[in-house]
């Protein structure tokens, strides 16, 4: 056993440092060095993991299966082509040794480890060169009829079904461009396959209504994993899988109205059809979508059509049932299903004459894809309709909208004027009866239900999301038409304001919430600057005050809070260069305030959270950290926003939002968020109120740099990049002759000056992590290093000699060319080519002071570059 394990760790070993992610076993390459080459090219070596598999206890051989998985994944640059071809002789004649006498597989953990073999054969070989195995006929129908089985046993290990649906899915992938002259037999096997896949699946759905057991649809990402396996397998002659779906389509349909029918069905009839129902419209969605992976031609196009024609059919069936029941799994499979056809069917992407449009228009009366997409807004409206409190549903079927509303035609310039509004107004009469928010009686998942969840109500942002975009096919300059359009949300905040401005509080909190998802939605789908303007003349200021006082009132309520504060973060975020204020606007400076007040506001209220146990305060702390960061984030890189502008505030809004904020990460537990780098308590107080401001700054930088959540320290490093970006121009600037004194808007840049250990301890902590930690977002620390560098050259200099003389004696000659090597090139400006240098530089840079220190007992200590 510790032999083996011995064998494992080496061939699992991580020797160019990639750190693959393990949860994604597709593509994995074992990275075997030049040195070991001549030991697997010895067959021998091979052969003795098979010897062992066979001669061990089934105890110890699922690890000897995973080191021949290992050996399978040798990268193939170790060999020449013979010598490749050769390896894999000699691994087929292993695999088929094991397919011969299967006596072992029957154990779960051989079972797992041997479809994984079955896998690495595809993903590491090309068809080509496994149909020139001198035994490849007799392999691939072992490895068929095991796959078959395997299928049939759907019980048994079922996760490891992924990797065998994984093998066909590559195989059956590979036959357009396969070039040899060797027979691959995919035509006779893949058919059986697919034909096992379905046909267990239905027979499974009897069984498992019968003793109860687990059934495999309610897992969504493995049955859509597998589907997506199958799309391709089932495209390999597609005729026969066509065939076989028509017939048991026809066969499960039938029986299911007849059930309908008779007074005497049993209700577990019905359901056992509605269960086969629902696989076959989910695997029919699946190889509708495995259209893209082969050049489809218009017999394929009209078998397409057949199976559309029987799916739409079953529809209006199940839709006319859902007065009086309704099956949520089988709805779920017809959202699927519906997504695949939009696809692949809706869009320029298809031709208009299209065999399948001929047959809907054959059979159903769907002549073009404008009649098509009405029987998409026609399931829509149902499906909100009846489904409005199953909160899958609700979310597909918005999901479902949402991506109509994005796509064709509704932005499409090669679609007339008359084609977008005959679609827009589809939409939109259909719709428009569901915009009160007060009238919840329409939508269920709209209105304030008091037996549920704040959090249930997330399903409006999508739904106000995609009603946006389609207000803003014609919106233009048209002010009067989004008044209109914002009628119900003006009745509802005013409302609100109303009973905030009473006390009279009863249940204004779960509308506010319903609100502010709403107009998250819309300002999501309003990414021109002509919309955006009019969402934010309309919000502010008249309703801004009623946002920041339901952070007053309900701080300590995450389901409340974080729907306001990612709404403002919505507000400040600069998508497709919406805040392009004009020249004499003050909006920018407006909305900045606003942000920075909220900030301080949740911030100063989170912080005297003291009733509340602990562990629930850190988790009320860390649900709005993430989203303030991100409101920071947009507002000190956005570019509507100037630096020299902050001294015009009488309140300093930035100057307490920063503080807020920063004590506000000091209060989290360094193991939940972030480790604090040295000396990160002290806040000093300076009396000169810019020098304050910048101050905190630099701790935030400081603090956010550190952070282990990647996401943050990115955000961050972006904010970084635009403040040293500043000063760096500013600083440029200056030294230019100019023929007038420079600008007061340039303190920043005095400030700057004259505290210079601001900047050099971002410089300092920024290359610590670099060098000395495991850096994981390299790139975005590169971009802000550089502006510090060339803001500090002469304290990059001293920090340089220090590292370089802190090495032994032997090293400092190659750690002193690193640093000349990480500036070779690089210019005295901030272009975005040099910037690239930089970065390519820094890459190369890190690997090599890496290589230099590994066998050094000495070192810089990080506390003393922090310091």
Known sequence: ?????????????????????????????????????????????????????????????????????????????????????????????????????????????????????????????????????????EVIRLIANFTVTSLQHWEFAPNSVHYLLSLWQRLAASVPYVKATEPHLLETYTPEVTKAYITSRLESVHVILRDGLEDPLDDAGLVQQQLDQLSTIGRCEYEKTCALLVQLFDQAAQTYQELLQSTNSSAADITVQEGRLTWLVYIIGAVIGGRVSFASTDEQDAMDGELVCRVLQLMNLTDSRLAQAGNERLELAMLSFFEQFRKIYIGDQVQKSSKLYRRLSEVLGLNDETMVLSVFIGKIITNLKYWGQCEPI????????????????????????????????????????????????????????NQSNLSDMRCRTTFYTALGRLLMVDLGEDEDQFEQFMLPLTAAFEAVAQMLSTNTFNEQERTLVGLVRDLRGIAFAFNAKTSFMMLFDWIYPAYMPILQRAIELWYHDPACTTPVLKLMAELVHNRSQRLQFDVSSPNGILLFRETSKMITTYGNRILTLGEVPKDQVYGVKLKGVSVCFGMLKAVLSGNYVNFGV???????????????????????????????????GDIVNVSEPLVHLFQHISWLCLLCVCVSDTMVCTGCCSSLDH????????????????????????????????????IQQMLSTVLNIIIFEDCRNQWSMSRPLLGLILLNEKYFADLRNSIVNSQPPEKQQAMHLCFENLMEGIERNLLTKNRDRFTQNLSVFRREVNDSMKNSTYGVNSNDMMS
């Open 646 to 680: 902050f001294r015009l505030y009488g309140d300093d809004a930035l100057d307490n939002a920063l503080q807020t904020f920063i004590k506000l990460l000091l209060s989290i537990p360094h193991s939940d968020l972030l480790v604090r780098p040295h000396n990160s």
């Open 1 to 137: 056993m510790q032999l083996l394990k011995l064998s494992y760790n080496c061939l699992n070993y991580d020797f160019i440092g990639t750190s693959t992610d393990e949860s994604s076993d597709d593509l994995c390459t074992v990275q075997i060095p030049t040195s070991w080459r001549s030991a697997f090219l010895d067959s021998s070596t091979l052969q003795l993991f098979f010897n062992l598999y066979h001669s061990i206890p089934p105890s110890l051989s699922p690890l000897v299966l995973s080191c021949l998985v290992q050996i399978a994944s040798v990268r193939r640059s170790l060999f020449n082509n013979a010598e490749r071809a050769k390896f894999l002789s000699h691994l087929v004649d292993g695999v088929k040794r094991i397919l011969a006498n299967p006596q072992c597989l029957p154990d779960p953990n051989n079972y797992h480890e041997f479809c994984r073999l079955l896998a690495r054969l595809k993903s590491n070989y090309q068809l080509g060169e496994l149909v020139k195995v001198e035994n490849y006929p």
């Open 394 to 449: 609700t979310s597909k079927t918005l999901q479902l909208l949402n991506d109509l509303s994005l796509g064709y035609p509704l932005h499409d310039h090669r679609y007339t004027r008359t084609q977008v509004q005959a679609v827009n107004i589809i939409y939109i009469n259909n719709l428009s009866v569901c915009l009160s928010v007060c009238q919840s009686e329409h939508f269920s998942f709209l209105g304030v239900n």
């Open 723 to 758: 403040i040293v970006t500043y000063l760096f121009k500013q600083l440029s600037r200056s030294t230019k002759k100019r023929p007038t004194p420079m600008a007061t808007d340039d303190r920043f840049l005095h400030i700057m000056q004259q505290h210079p250990e601001m």
